[in-house]
Every structure is written in C-alpha cells, then in structure tokens.
C-alpha cells in the first residue's frame, strides 16, 4: 500500500471529488465529468494530470482503457482516513429507532433483530449486529467436524440449546478416530461447567494428555476466549427488493456467490467479527479483509459498550459505499443502544 504522504494536498482534494462523484453516479469519473460537477478552473489537461499520477499511486484504476477512472481499495483507504468528524445521523433515524424498539428494551436479542433490519433498510446493504451477553451459561458438549485439508469446525452447544462455531486450523490432518477420542476426553472436563471456567480446565486438559489428545486439546484451549468467553449472538439482514438499482454491484455472479456464502455460514461472520470488539469503529476495505468471501466488500463496524451486553453494529456492502453516511449512522445508532 502507498504512503499517505506520497499524495498532495491538490491530489487528495481531486481523490475525495473522485470517491464522492463515483458513489454517487456509480459510473467511472472523467476530468470532463469532474469539471462540469464541480465547475472546476483547471483545464481538462490539467485535471487528467492529477487523475494520471492517481493512476500511478494506485489510488484509481480504468475498468478499461477508455473508461473514466474508479477508486481502487488504496483510494477508498485514503478517503475513508480524511473523513475526520462525523456528523449525526437524521433526526428521523433515531426517532425510527426508537419507535422499533417499542416498551421492551430488555429482550437483547429483540433489539438485535429489529437495529440490523433498520439498518439494511437505511443503507441497502447488509445490516450487522453482534452481541456477546455475559458468560454466565454452561457447556453442554462440545462437538468437532472435519473439513478439507486441516481445517476442523468447533461446535459449542451450551445446556439452554444455544451454538457457537469456530474454524479452526490445525497443525495437521488427524484421523477421525483420534479426533472423537479427544473430544470425549475435553467434554468429560468441559460438560456442565460455567463458560468462564473452561479455559481453566482446557488447559489443565492439555497439561496432562500426550499425543493427538493433547495436541487437540491445545487448539480448542486456544479458542477458548472466542468458544466460552460469553454468549455470541449474530444477527444480520439483507432486505428484500425487486430491484438492483440500489445496489447494482450485485449484478456480479461472483460477488453473489460470495454474499450467498456469507449469509448462510453465521461462523465467517462471527471469525470476521471477534476481533473488532473494543476498537471502537473499524473500516476494512476489499483486500483489506483476512476472510476471502469478503475481499469483494467493506465491512463497517461501531463497537458498543454497553453493560451486561458487548456488541458490534455493521454494514457489509460493497466497496462504493457512502462510508460518511454509513459511519453517521452506526454512531448515532450506537448512542441510542448505549441509552437503551
């Protein structure tokens, strides 16, 4: 990625008209459309000599040879750490919010299925919420599957019938004999304890088993703040529509393949989630993304500390978005959560 001190303060104002006309026309922005928009001094020669050493920094790209330039994730980088202040969101929005939310503020999970359907609504993206309640349940059985290569899936099953998933990769491929052995000899540790003892006993599990048992025992120890360090609870939405045209990036088979694979799997989101708690807002962008189906979007996140109740808000879209828009909006949200 480039330096942010490689742009000029003229190049960094003409990338910001740039993110914003594109945004908000969707179609690649020329030194024409750029003059006539912004009734700009500048020759066209002049503006095309900006937009070319953009180019050359990475900061915008040609979909093709004779098109208009478009931001490139470096670009939206560089945009999205300029925004500075954020402004409140409408006056409207908190009001809907706080009509949604009716007399029963204290059903968490009602609260987190009524703020990430307003939010897919307001944006028309996906609308996140993560919450994570206190560790306060206990462990039914932990359950452990097999996937390609050395990647194993930890299920949690806590004793009130609720799951927690994790991807996990191991050091090796083991047989599934060695496998079901290990995670006999843990839920004979873990089963009906308190979440927030397991860690504890994990490792006291890994100490004194040998071999694969051992081994096994140290990678689930491992996801033990993630497995048992509360009750994680995902909730996101995407709202239904006959048309495209709010968000016609999705016209693109392979960002929906992606999307399809995202809403169905709630343990990408949740490994794409965990570590944003306590940053307070966190923008990644494109390639920016350690899990692949996302390298297609940006993700948008306000960490809430909210007493008896952690959580995240988010936006999943795609990497046009109105980041200023979307970043007033999770905060003003936030700040009502926090209240409520």
């Not at 670009?75 to 939310?101: H, N």
């Not at 307003?118 to 919450?131: K, P, Q, R, Y």
């Not at 930890?154 to 609720?162: H, Q, S």
């Not at 843990?186 to 006993?201: K, T, Y």
Request: charged letters at 30%; aromatic letters at 4%; hydrophobic letters at 40%.
């Amino acid at each position: 990625m480039m330096a942010i001190n490689d742009v000029t303060s003229v190049e960094s104002g003409m990338l910001r008209s740039i993110v914003d006309l594109y945004i908000k026309t969707r179609k690649p922005v020329s030194s024409k459309m750029l003059k006539k928009r912004y009734r700009l001094q500048s020759s066209s020669a002049n503006i095309r000599a900006i937009l070319n050493r953009l180019e050359s920094k990475g900061y915008l790209y040609k979909p093709h040879v004779s098109s208009g330039r478009v931001p490139s994730d470096t670009g939206y980088r560089l945009y999205v750490d300029g925004i500075g202040r954020i402004g409140k969101p409408a006056r409207r929005v908190v009001e809907q919010l706080k009509s949604r939310m009716g007399r029963d503020r204290g059903d968490i999970r009602g609260v987190m299925t009524i703020t990430s359907r307003l939010i897919s609504e307001l944006t028309s993206c996906v609308g996140l919420m993560v919450g994570v309640l206190g560790p306060g349940g206990r462990v039914g059985r932990l359950e452990m599957v097999q996937r390609e290569g050395k990647r194993v899936l930890a299920v949690l099953c806590t004793e009130d019938g609720r799951e927690r998933i994790v991807e996990v990769e191991m050091d090796r491929r083991y047989r599934p004999r060695a496998i079901e052995r290990a995670v006999q000899i843990i839920n004979e540790r873990i089963a009906g304890c308190r979440l927030d003892e397991v860690a504890v006993r994990l490792a006291g599990c890994a100490r004194e088993c040998t071999g694969p048992d051992r081994e096994i025992a140290g990678v689930v120890a491992g996801e033990a703040d993630f497995l048992f360090g509360g009750t994680y609870d995902l909730e996101y939405y995407l709202r239904r529509t006959d048309s495209i045209e709010d968000i016609p990036e999705m016209q693109d088979p392979r960002i929906l393949r992606s999307l399809v694979t995202l809403m169905g799997e709630k343990s990408l989101m949740l490994r794409a989630m965990r570590n944003r708690f306590g940053r307070g807002v966190m923008v990644t962008i494109g390639a920016e993304n350690e899990i692949e189906e996302l390298k297609e979007f940006s993700v948008v996140t306000r960490a809430i500390p909210a007493g008896r109740c952690e959580g995240l808000l988010g936006v999943l879209g795609p990497t046009r978005m109105s980041y200023r828009s979307v970043l007033s909006l999770l905060d003003g949200m936030a700040r009502e959560l926090i209240e409520l």
